[in-house]
């Protein structure tokens, strides 16, 4: 079985360019343009769908429409939801001290626009070579996921 991506981004080329890059390299890839587009997202008291697949990697773009990425991830660990996305990274322009803090304290990796492909596709690779499988949480640390 293919390892299952979830992507959001608010923008349309960066997702459609995102999206195809990783489906030839194999990964089965589904995009939003905001976490309430997928049908995952089940409102902000139940925000994830628990009768849909789990996704292995979950990408998120920091700029989304109506809340920023590293808030959404936090909505996600506030609501139990987090477990459901073991391997998680947000992308944006600029990292602040404080948002590359907030990245690392909810477990993402954070990943820099301007060599976002690249990072994505290293990171996600790293995943897979670390033996990580379903990627599950428990399996110990990769150096790769930091």
């Known amino acids: 079985m293919k390892p299952r991506v979830i ?4 923008e349309e080329s960066v997702r459609v360019l995102l999206s195809s890059i990783l489906k030839t390299r194999g990964y089965d890839v589904s995009s939003f343009s905001e976490p309430e587009s997928c049908p995952l997202y089940t409102g902000r008291d139940r925000i994830c769908n628990r009768s849909l697949p789990e996704g292995d ?3 998120v773009g920091d700029r989304l429409p109506r809340m920023s990425g590293l808030n959404f991830l936090r909505l996600l660990a506030d609501t139990g939801c987090d477990r459901i996305f073991p391997n998680r990274a947000v992308m944006a322009a600029t990292w602040p001290a404080s948002d590359l803090h907030l990245a690392k304290s909810l ?34 640390a ?5």
Do not use: D, N, Q
């Open 7 to 10: 992507l959001f981004h608010e």
């Open 57 to 59: 990697a979950l990408i």
């Open 107 to 140: 477990g993402c990796k954070s990943i820099k626009m301007a060599s976002a492909l690249e990072e994505i596709v290293y990171w996600l690779e790293g995943l897979a070579t670390c033996g990580l499988g379903r990627w599950e949480s428990t399996t110990p």
């Open 142 to 146: 990769c150096p790769l996921l930091s």
